[in-house]
């Protein structure tokens, strides 16, 4: 480490908040609607699919067929509405997420299209 100059020395990888420990009470300040960030209804798919998973835990299991083990679970939403309530959410295995949107026309099969028509 360099000499002290009077100046912050820089460390590649070091960050000044690094080890201070967030209170429960600021981490819930920082989560929720009186935060600077909170978007409300205009989040990301991304974010609220984040939200949903801090808020309903991660998926581990599927709500549809009923597997649990060694998969991929998603939060998959029902009606493509992105509300943030649990009615309208369900954990499905990867498999049952594709059916589901394919069947109820939520998602496009790639698949299905006509290239260089």
């Known amino acids: ?3 002290w100059n009077g100046k912050t020395p820089f460390i590649k990888g070091h960050s000044i908040n690094k080890g201070i420990p967030r209170t ?3 981490k819930n300040k920082l989560r929720n609607e009186n935060s600077p960030n909170w978007k409300g209804d205009k989040v990301s798919i991304k974010g609220l699919h984040a939200w949903i998973k801090r ?3 991660k998926a581990d299991r599927c709500e549809k067929c009923g597997i649990k083990g060694k998969r991929y679970y998603d939060w998959a939403n029902l009606d493509h509405k992105y509300s943030r309530e649990r009615k309208d959410w369900k954990m ?3 498999s049952c997420h594709m059916k589901y949107d ?3 026309g939520l998602r496009k099969d790639k698949r299905s299209c ?3 028509t």
């Open 1 to 3: 480490m360099k000499k």
């Open 24 to 26: 429960e009470e600021l």
């Open 55 to 57: 808020h309903y835990g």
């Open 92 to 94: 499905m295995c990867r």
């Open 102 to 104: 394919f069947k109820n």
């Open 114 to 116: 006509d290239i260089g």
